[in-house]
C-alpha cells in the first residue's frame, strides 16, 4: 500500500498548518484548522493532477506536488531564514545585522527546485520505492504536531461549556445611558508615566476631570495579560472558578469576554453590544450585535499561515501594503468612527478594545507612521518584545511616543462623545494592564509588577455620582458599581487584588496584591482593604 498509495502531497501541505497550531494550540480554537486544510487539499489535487496531465505517472506527479507543496511553504521565509543564519555567523567577524535583497536568497531555492523537478521527471523510471519512503517520512512528520496537540488537549479536562448568568438587578422606569467601555491596551498610570517614559500625563487627567470624570490615582489591574484581564472585568469577577479544568487552554477566554455577564445583564433592558475590529482575537467579535472593521481581515492565525506563504502579498491590499499599516488603520478608524455610536437611538454598551500604545510601535507623537517594516509584525510585550529588538530604548522611545499620541487623540474622542450623546453617557476609560518595558512573561522575580499592574481608570457618570468609587478601585468592580449605581443592583465588592501569572502557565496564579496595591511607583505598601470595607450598605443582598 504505501508504494501504491500517494499520500505525501498531501501530509508535507498539511504539516505546516498542524506544526503552526501545535505552537499556538492553547491560544487557537481547533476550528481554526478547517479552512486552511480543505483549502491545501484541493491546491495540492490540482497540483497533482496538472502534473499528472504532463508525465502520465500518478507517482510520479506525486513527487513533483510534493515538491511544489515544499517551495510553496518555504520560499516566502527563506529571506528571514538566511539573514538570521548570515547575521549569526557574522560573529566570527564582525557581528551586525544582515540583509540581503530578498531575490538573492529565492533564486536559489527556485534554481534546486526546477533541477530536482527536471531530474523527477527524465530519471526517476520506477517511483514506487522513493513514494514508499515519502509516504513514511511525512507520517513521521506529520505524527509529531498532532501528538502534541493530543497531550495538549488531553490535559485539558472536558467539561461542559461555562455560560455566566446574568446579575440580577432592579433597574428603575428611568432612561438607559449608553454605556462606553474604552480599554487603551497597556496604557501605564501616571506616576510610572513619568519615572520610567518621561511623560507627564496629569494635565490630560486634570482635563478629564474637568469634563466631569473621576479618575482614581492608585487603581491596579487583577491580572497581567489582557484576556484574563478583560475576561475578569466584563464578567466582574476573579477567574479561579472560571478557568477551572482548562489546564493551560486560553481559547476558552475569548467566549467570556464576548459572552460575557455584564452584555447578558444589560440584553433584557434592550442594549445592544457594540464592538470594533482589533486585530487581536481574544476581542475580535464579529458575532456582536454591531461590528465596525476598516476592512474584511483574517483571524489571528490565519494571518500567520498566509504569512509564511507567497499568498501573504496577495491577502495585502497593495493600498495598506503591510500588517503595520493595517495595524495602524485599525486604532484609527477606531479612534474616528467611536463617537458615531452616540448616533443610535437604541441604549449601548460599546466595548472598544484599542491596541495601543502596547507594541508594535507604529505611531509617532504626532501620529506618523515609524514602523520598523525590516522586522516581522508581531503583537509581543514585555522580555519577547525585547528579545527582538536590537535596542531596549526602543521600547521605551516607541512607548512614549505612542502613548503621548494616543492621549491626544483620546481626548478629542471623549470629546465628541460627551457632544453628540443626546444623554449624559456612562464611560470607563480604563487600562487592562500597564505598560511592558520591563515585564517578563516567564518570570515573576525578572518583572517590574509595579509598572505592569498599575493602570488608569477614569469614569463619567450622569449626575456625578460618584460615591462608591474608590481611590484603589480595580476592574473586576467597575461594572458592580456601575450596576449598583444606575441599575438597581445590591452586589457586593470583591477585595481589589492582582495577580502574576505566565504566558506558558496563564491560570498558576501568584497573588502580588501586597506589592502593588494602594502604592504609587516610589512608594512602600500600603494596607489592602479589607472586602468589607467595600461592600455597599448593610442591608444589601448579593446579585449573583
Known amino acids: 500500500?504505501?508504494?501504491?498509495?500517494?499520500?505525501h502531497p498531501f501530509l508535507l501541505a498539511i504539516y505546516p498548518i498542524l506544526a503552526l497550531f501545535s505552537r499556538n494550540v492553547y491560544e487557537t480554537r481547533p476550528i481554526e484548522l478547517a479552512w486552511p486544510i480543505l483549502l491545501v487539499v484541493l491546491g495540492t489535487s490540482a497540483v497533482w493532477a496538472v502534473w499528472w496531465l504532463f508525465v502520465r505517472d500518478v507517482q510520479k506527479a506525486g513527487l513533483l506536488a510534493s515538491l511544489c507543496v515544499v517551495l510553496f511553504f518555504t520560499v516566502a521565509r527563506i529571506t528571514e531564514i538566511a539573514n538570521h543564519q548570515l547575521s549569526e555567523l557574522s560573529a566570527y567577524w564582525v557581528q551586525t545585522s544582515v540583509r540581503i535583497w530578498p531575490p538573492y536568497a529565492i533564486a536559489p531555492e527556485i534554481v534546486l527546485f526546477l533541477v530536482l523537478c527536471a531530474l523527477v521527471v527524465r530519471w526517476v523510471k520506477k517511483p514506487g520505492t522513493l513514494t514508499a519512503a515519502l509516504n513514511l517520512f511525512a507520517i513521521v512528520l506529520i505524527a509529531m504536531p498532532v501528538s502534541w496537540i493530543a497531550l495538549a488537549k488531553a490535559s485539558t479536562e472536558s467539561r461542559a461549556t461555562r455560560r455566566v448568568e446574568p446579575f440580577a438587578i432592579a433597574p428603575?422606569?428611568?432612561?438607559?445611558?449608553?454605556?462606553?467601555?474604552?480599554?487603551?491596551d497597556a496604557y501605564a498610570r501616571t506616576d510610572v508615566m513619568q519615572a520610567l517614559f518621561d511623560f507627564d500625563n496629569n494635565p490630560f487627567l486634570e482635563s478629564l476631570e474637568r469634563k466631569g470624570f473621576h479618575v482614581t490615582r492608585r487603581s491596579t489591574a487583577n491580572y497581567c495579560q489582557t484576556p484574563l484581564c478583560l475576561s475578569s472585568s466584563l464578567n466582574s469577577t476573579y477567574l479561579d472558578?472560571?478557568?477551572?479544568?482548562?489546564?493551560r487552554d486560553q481559547t476558552e477566554l475569548r467566549g467570556f469576554i464576548g459572552r460575557n455577564r455584564i452584555v447578558e445583564t444589560l440584553r433584557p433592558l434592550g442594549y445592544k453590544f457594540v464592538t470594533f475590529s482589533t486585530g487581536f482575537e481574544p476581542t475580535e467579535h464579529p458575532e456582536a450585535d454591531a461590528y465596525y472593521a476598516p476592512f474584511h481581515q483574517l483571524s489571528e492565525f490565519h494571518r500567520l499561515?498566509?504569512?509564511?506563504t507567497p499568498l501573504g502579498a496577495l491577502f495585502l491590499n497593495p493600498s495598506r501594503a503591510d500588517l503595520f499599516t493595517m495595524a495602524r488603520e485599525r486604532v484609527l478608524y477606531l479612534l474616528d468612527n467611536l463617537a458615531d455610536v452616540a448616533a443610535d437611538r437604541t441604549p449601548t454598551f460599546t466595548f472598544a478594545?484599542?491596541?495601543?500604545?502596547?507594541p508594535p510601535f507604529v505611531f509617532g507623537e504626532d501620529g506618523e507612521d515609524v514602523s520598523h517594516r525590516d522586522d516581522r509584525f508581531f503583537l509581543t510585550d514585555g522580555q519577547k518584545f525585547l528579545g527582538t529588538a536590537a535596542d531596549p530604548e526602543i521600547y521605551r522611545r516607541g512607548y512614549r511616543a505612542q502613548a503621548i499620541f494616543l492621549t491626544r487623540r483620546i481626548e478629542q474622542v471623549i470629546d465628541r462623545i460627551l457632544a453628540e450623546s443626546p444623554e449624559p453617557p456612562i464611560i470607563i476609560l480604563q487600562s487592562d494592564h500597564?505598560?511592558?518595558?520591563?515585564?517578563?512573561m516567564h518570570s515573576l522575580d525578572r518583572t517590574d509588577l509595579k509598572e505592569r499592574m498599575s493602570i488608569l481608570n477614569a469614569y463619567y457618570f450622569p449626575g456625578q455620582r460618584y460615591h462608591e468609587l474608590r481611590d484603589t478601585i480595580s476592574p473586576v468592580n467597575s461594572f458592580r458599581v456601575v450596576l449598583n449605581t444606575f441599575f438597581g443592583g445590591r452586589l457586593p465588592y470583591l477585595p481589589d487584588q492582582s495577580f502574576y501569572s505566565t504566558w506558558d502557565d496563564p491560570y498558576a496564579f501568584i497573588d502580588v496584591s501586597s506589592r502593588v496595591h494602594g502604592r504609587l511607583y516610589d512608594e512602600e505598601p500600603q494596607a489592602t482593604p479589607e472586602a468589607s470595607e467595600l461592600e455597599p450598605e448593610p442591608d444589601s443582598t448579593s446579585g449573583e
Do not use: F, N
Open 353 to 358: 478594545h484599542i491596541l495601543c500604545p502596547h
Open 172 to 184: 428603575s422606569a428611568e432612561s438607559r445611558p449608553d454605556i462606553y467601555y474604552i480599554i487603551l
Open 434 to 440: 500597564g505598560s511592558g518595558w520591563k515585564l517578563d
Open 1 to 7: 500500500m504505501m508504494r501504491r498509495w500517494v499520500l
Open 305 to 308: 499561515l498566509v504569512d509564511v
Open 241 to 247: 472558578d472560571l478557568v477551572q479544568g482548562l489546564g
